[in-house]
């Protein structure tokens, strides 16, 4: 017989259809119930608009889109989704092409939102999934500013903080016409891949507390502009568990239908969460979070003074995050696992607890830079969450070599990113230039096919007339 806490409707219902094997039938079934949404297009449809659509089949519906107020056109694949019961408002948006940046950053700041929060990386699947829009910042004077005349604003480097799975930046966004600034910060989970799921639920929820505890999400400021690749997947995941903590911590766990909520939601943006995985991973998410909503005993602070972004935390014993638990097996059943646990503590044995744990692991020593890193331009790639274990071994207080050494390896991804993406684009731009190259060869032959077939027929139209009248 368990011992165990008694099991919350959600958690009976994530085991039963882990059991099942059923993420699929439920997903599509949402899927289905949201195709009946009958929602217009029109404005994403409109010639002058399609190239500012990232893909063809992600767009954003009319009653909810965002409208620009100026600039070249008002026209922006953004939709607003507003959570009202859970007070909460969320900005979705595609990752910004290079000619829509501007428009991208003309919506942060007419929206007067405090952060943008990037849940993609450039380059994934060795495709360029999102255009850099924020200054680089590896050379101060050279590369830490960023203007767009089209819209008149000016996006300025200011600094970063590195985790193991995310990097923290501030990035002052200035209106060039009248000179006012405002600080925006960017969180971007680096360790999130296309169409899957992150790594372990409790990363994904210390994410989302360092979120909150910004300030990024409250009602006082403008919202958050959440984006991903299409703006629908990885963002709807994020935004899905966030109004369902929230909702649950007003009006207990029990008051949460979280099938119900997504539908909610997708009536805002289409095609919020894209795979049964990702609604299975927000399932294990919001349970999770739930019980450390229960048993809230530690906080965490974050204090920002311009130019730099610090985190205290009540409870000094906080594991490292570099490595997080990782999710159960993708058919079993979680009941063993969720039996097991202990209820005073609602944190299993192999699972950390979030709430304790600060933006950067505990201090190490930083190790040396491979010599490869400084002396071959052609050095093997090193994985971002390789970099960023690295970076973020060291407190941000050190200085001199630390420093130097953290600056030459943001300098060398920066320009691997840059030529991976050059190299992508000459691979687009040859292919685009061999099927020009192939129209251009079988259209004479085409026309002298249709030539012929006229003569042809027209000559033996002649002959029969002819022949008739003889």
Not at 91 to 96: A, E, N, R, S, Y
Not at 112 to 119: E, R
Not at 157 to 162: I, L
Not at 192 to 212: E, N
Request: charged share 25%; net charge negative; proline share 6%.
């Amino acid at each position: 017989m368990s011992t165990g806490p008694p099991k919350s409707s959600i958690e009976t219902e994530f085991l039963e259809i882990d059991s099942n094997g059923a993420w699929a039938l439920l997903y599509q079934h949402i899927r289905n119930e949201s195709l009946n949404y009958d929602y217009t297009l029109s404005e994403a449809k409109k010639s002058q608009n399609k190239n500012l659509n990232r893909y063809r089949d992600v767009s954003p519906y009319d009653h909810s889109r965002v409208v620009l107020s100026k600039g070249p056109c008002d026209y922006i694949n953004a939709n607003l989704i507003k959570m009202e019961k859970a007070h909460r408002h969320y900005i979705l948006t595609q990752g910004p092409l290079p000619h829509t940046t501007g428009h991208f950053w003309l919506m942060v700041w007419e929206q007067n939102s405090k952060a943008v929060l990037m849940l993609n990386r450039i380059i994934e699947k060795n495709q360029v999934k999102c255009h850099q829009y924020w200054p680089a910042g590896t050379q101060p004077g050279v590369d830490d500013t960023l203007t767009l005349t089209e819209v008149g604003l000016r996006v300025q480097y200011v600094s970063e903080t590195e985790a193991s799975y995310y990097t923290t930046r501030i990035l002052r966004l200035t209106e060039l016409e009248s000179g006012e600034s405002r600080d925006i910060l960017q969180f971007h989970y680096t360790t999130w891949p296309d169409f899957g799921v992150p790594q372990s639920p409790t990363a994904f929820l210390h994410f989302l507390m360092v979120v909150r505890e910004s300030g990024a999400l409250d009602q006082n400021v403008g919202p958050p502009v959440v984006h991903c690749s299409a703006g629908i997947g990885r963002s709807g995941t994020f935004c899905l568990v966030d109004s369902c903590l929230v909702l649950m911590e007003e009006n207990g766990i029990e008051s949460v239908n979280i099938r119900e909520i997504l539908l909610e939601m997708r009536k805002y943006r289409m095609g919020l969460i894209q795979t049964p995985d990702q609604l299975r991973f927000s399932y294990l998410a919001i349970i999770e979070g739930a019980k450390q909503l229960i048993n809230n005993e530690n906080d965490v602070n974050i204090r920002h003074d311009g130019n730099l972004i610090e985190i205290e935390t009540v409870n000094s014993n906080c594991a490292d995050l570099d490595e997080p638990p990782p999710l159960p097996p993708r058919d079993a059943s979680l009941t063993r696992k969720l039996e097991s646990e202990n209820h005073a503590s609602s944190v299993t044995n192999n699972v950390r607890p979030l709430t304790t744990c600060a933006v950067n692991p505990p201090d190490k020593p930083l190790p040396p830079v491979p010599s490869e890193l400084t002396n071959s331009p052609g050095s093997e790639e090193v994985s971002s969450s390789d970099e960023r274990s690295s970076l973020s071994a060291s407190p941000v207080s050190n200085s001199g070599r630390e420093s130097t050494v953290r600056q030459r390896v943001r300098e060398e991804r920066v320009k691997r990113i840059e030529e991976k993406v050059r190299d992508i684009k000459r691979k687009q731009k040859s292919a685009e230039s061999w099927q020009r190259f192939k129209r251009s060869l079988f259209q004479p032959l085409t026309i002298g096919i249709g030539v012929g077939v006229l003569l042809i027929g027209g000559g033996m139209f002649a002959y029969s007339y002819y022949s008739s009248k003889v």
